[in-house]
């Protein structure tokens, strides 16, 4: 069995996500195995930080922005999609027989489209209904384990598994 240290490095290392200083630098990376954007996020403690910096964004046109993970999708394994990067690698982690993607957003839920199915883990509460309301019952399932428990809203499934409720 991998100790937690390993299997956060293991991850960190599926995703190609890289520090610089008090930021994780989060690249998305296509099926075709090409870099389409790059995210930075700097964190204080686990609390991210309000301030977002793209150091890299391709021309308009040149390529389209995809799921952040979208170079792990197999059709070995079923997809989950997560709003966070960071809730991505944590449940890679803990959950490492499904491949975990994020949206990047709550407003990009529509990046998903480009899976041919999946399980989608809103965020509680208000993500919950805009992406309820989005995406396609015929391609995707919803889980609504979120929405079942006492975590306030806004919270995610990286909440979940951190507070040990999972």
Excluded at 9 to 14: F, G, R
């Amino acid at each position: 069995m991998l100790t937690l240290y390993t299997a956060v490095i293991n991850a960190l290392n599926e995703y190609y996500v890289k520090t610089v200083k008090n930021s994780l630098v989060y690249p998305y990376i296509n099926k075709e195995n090409r870099l389409t954007y790059v995210k930075l996020i700097e964190y204080k403690g686990i609390n991210r930080t309000s301030q977002i910096y793209t150091p890299f964004k391709a021309d308009k046109g040149t390529f389209k922005q995809c799921l952040f993970g979208m170079h792990l999708v197999s059709p070995d394994r079923e997809n989950c999609i997560v709003e966070s990067e960071k809730t991505a690698i944590i449940c890679s982690i803990k959950y490492p027989k499904y491949t975990w993607l994020a949206t990047g957003g709550l407003n990009l839920i529509s990046r998903i489209n480009s899976l041919e199915n999946g399980i989608v883990f809103a965020d509680k509460g208000k993500a919950f209904q805009v992406w309820s309301d989005r995406v396609n019952s015929s391609k995707f399932k919803m889980n609504d384990l979120l929405e079942k428990t006492d975590l306030k809203g806004g919270s995610d499934l990286a909440d979940l598994i951190l507070r040990g409720k999972e």
